[in-house]
T-cell receptor, first 113, second 115 residues
Framework: QQQVKQSPQSLIVQKGGISIINCAYE??????FPWYQQFPGKGPALLIA?????SEKKEGRFTISFNKSAKQFSLHIMDSQPGDSATYFC????????????FGKGMKLTVNP | DTAVSQTPKYLVTQMGNDKSIKCEQN?????MYWYKQDSKKFLKIMFS???????INETVPNRFSPKSPDKAHLNLHINSLELGDSAVYFC??????????????FGPGTRLLVL
């Protein structure tokens, strides 16, 4: 079973547009929700993360919106740039023990110039 | 001054062979991980070690055996390689302090192709 569901699978936007990636989770014990960015041929790198005690977190052009009751969270990329073209993964983990991250299936973003 | 390094970067081998992938981190972290990323980019954890002790062992064939000689190194040995083992394997590390979740830093990956 897939504990973290991510959509869409791919997205093409024009430079300057807004990119939105959605994730939904099943396990209400999850309490940490990071987003990772992966460029071709590289390892994933943490972009931004949120905990469920806040509904929104913003870092530069990147914003996470979190809806605890709906068990959903999303990443918004404002003023998307060609350099943002990458694969984006949402993930979740729960407190206690192993710190295991469960990843969504990833979304390939292409930002056209 | 690479934070998490893996060797080799590429590995092409025949079915049935045994191979190892090495991982080293110079971040002083106490937890290390192995992930497998398949051809569809799906990223799944395989193992995790904290201070040389195995703490996560997902449903992985026992042909895969991790070894942590010290907390800066986590190697992955694979016996009797199969076609389905072809994937990109990522090592990662994090500092877990008192249950506070810390960022996982990923290595550049090892691209394994089994022929």
């Amino acid at each position: 079973q897939q504990q973290v569901k991510q959509s869409p699978q791919s997205l093409i936007v024009q430079k300057g547009g807004i990119s939105i990636i959605n994730c939904a989770y099943e396990n209400t014990a999850f309490d940490y929700f990071p987003w990772y960015q992966q460029f071709p041929g590289k390892g994933p790198a943490l972009l931004i993360a949120i905990r469920p005690d806040v509904s929104e977190k913003k870092e530069g052009r990147f914003t996470i919106s979190f809806n605890k009751s709906a068990k959903q969270f999303s990443l918004h990329i404002m003023d998307s740039q060609p350099g943002d073209s990458a694969t984006y993964f949402c993930a979740a983990s729960r407190r206690g023990g192993s710190e295991k991250l469960v990843f969504g299936k990833g979304m390939k973003l292409t930002v056209n110039p | 001054d690479t934070a998490v390094s893996q060797t080799p970067k590429y590995l092409v081998t025949q079915m049935g062979n045994d191979k190892s992938i090495k991982c080293e981190q110079n971040l002083g972290h106490d937890t290390m991980y192995w992930y497998k990323q398949d051809s569809k980019k799906f990223l799944k954890i395989m193992f995790s070690y904290n201070n040389k002790e195995l703490i996560i062992n997902e449903t992985v064939p026992n042909r895969f055996s991790p070894k942590s000689p010290d907390k800066a190194h986590l190697n992955l040995h694979i016996n009797s390689l199969e076609l389905g083992d072809s994937a990109v394997y990522f090592c990662a590390s994090s500092q877990n302090t008192g249950g506070i979740r810390e960022t996982q830093y990923f290595g550049p990956g090892t691209r394994l192709l089994v022929l």
